[in-house]
Nanobody, 121 residues
Framework: QVQLLESGGGLVQAGGSLRLSCAAS????????MGWYRQAPGKERELVAT???????NSPDSMKGRFTISRDNAKNTVYLQMNSLKPEDTAVYYC???????????????WGQGTQVTVSS
């Protein structure tokens, strides 16, 4: 059984920073891409950034510059550094990972439970 556990969310003033963490645990054989998505109230879930196990990152142009994704493969952990936060960044942030567990020879998609980020003006 595989789990993703996020941490680091909270309340921050506009212009501030937060660092989210997401640790994968359980019966893991290998982790391919990991990423962060977010969902604001009344909106669809959107991509923030992804990172391969080789460190190649991808993110929409709207997320570039203020958000930085990184990972520690030894710890099965992905991070999201968020700087210069704006009220419109308020959302639930979800961790995602494509994981091959020890019982299945192909990667499956896993999601964390989400962590709330609230940016006050």
């Amino acid at each position: 059984q595989v789990q993703l556990l996020e941490s680091g969310g909270g309340l921050v003033q506009a212009g501030g920073s937060l660092r989210l963490s997401c640790a994968a645990s359980g019966s893991i054989f290998n982790i391919n891409a990991m990423g962060w998505y977010r969902q604001a109230p009344g909106k669809e879930r959107e991509l923030v950034a992804t990172i391969t196990n080789g460190g190649r990152t991808n993110s929409p142009d709207s997320m570039k510059g203020r958000f930085t994704i990184s990972r520690d493969n030894a710890k099965n952990t992905v991070y999201l550094q968020m700087n210069s936060l704006k009220p419109e960044d308020t959302a639930v942030y979800y961790c995602n990972a494509a994981i091959i567990d020890k019982t299945t020879p192909w990667a499956r998609d896993y999601w964390g439970q989400g962590t709330q980020v609230t940016v006050s003006s």
